[in-house]
């Protein structure tokens, strides 16, 4: 199957996590940017090569850990911490969506964590909502930026208070709510200041977390969920995301990265994409982190085929999931790029399955 040419969604896809390899390298030694990496001598000796950095931003499947892994994004922030490196890395990202056929994306990022040059997280915001608006313009990608707060600090730091009061604003661009990076507290913890957020909610769990916190993301308010990879662990859990139509954004290789408990499979053979989707499950493909695991949706599509066995009604139901859950309020636009998308997809995917459109709707009665 030709993956490229298909239209697709990326709803899982960290900012942080998208710089181009060649930006940061020109970032790094133009202006100068030490981090704890390396020193000035060492970009002055011209030692900060794009083999240098990806040594220490390309994620592996042998990592022995979580920090090895998060590691990488002291490297991309570094580089995203003025307005002109924040536009760049926007408008980078947005051209590569375009590139691949993405038509809609959702970049999630954390603004707490690109304060270090002394922009507040009021202007960093507008900064990369302007940014990814032009850029949507420009590139014709449908665009959400989803702000996240740390589960790294306490739902009452001055870090996340800043970043909550970010969600009463509006923007060129529409927002929804996440929070990332290692976890020291609950959701429940965070239940007060979620209740006063007025933008729809997606959250990080049943990945380093197990299927217990799949059901708490969900009972906050939660209408997809961050990976959901371990929600396997509890049918229970199943039933309950089957029944609510809560999405998934699954993200197969960096799963198979950051699978620091040991309860994910390396070989994705056994990954539980097919199964969830023959429960009646919503599933979606997303990169996480495109520049940090090197991968595109399209190479996720193809590596899940190849492993999974896939048919090309699965990959059809799967992209049109990714439309049907974008976190776009307009829903007249968002409902035409649906559709488009559909049109296209299944024209496509017909040179593989002449009854797939049949197939599609057949399947869709398990997802009512
Ligand atoms: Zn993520």
Sequence with gaps: MNFEELYKTDLHCHLDGSNLLSTCVEIINQQKIVTKHWSLSDIEQNKITAEFLGHIVHARTDMKDLLEYLRAFDVTCACMQTEENLVRVVTETIQQASIQNILHLELRYAPSLHTQNNLSQHQVQQIVSQAAHNASVKYNVSVTIIICTMKLFSPSS?????????YKNTY?????YDQAGPKLFQFSDFK???EQINVPITLHAGESSGAEAVRQAVNVGALRIGH???????????????????VLEMCPTSNTQTNVFGRISKTLEDYPLKKYLDFGIRVTVNTDNPMISQ???????KLLTEKLHLEPVDILLILNFGFDAAFNPNAEE????RLKAFKWNAKCLSKYDLQIEDKFHDRMKLFK
């Design 172 to 176: 060129p661009v529409p927002i929804a």
């Design 295 to 301: 991968c595109t949706v399209a190479s996720e599509l």
């Design 158 to 166: 001055p870090e996340n208070t800043e970043t909550f009061s970010l």
């Design 192 to 194: 007060e200041q979620i």
């Design 334 to 337: 968002k409902e035409k790029l």
């Design 228 to 246: 959901g990879v371990r929600s396997q662990e509890s049918v229970e859990v199943m039933r309950l995301i089957k029944e609510q139509k809560t």
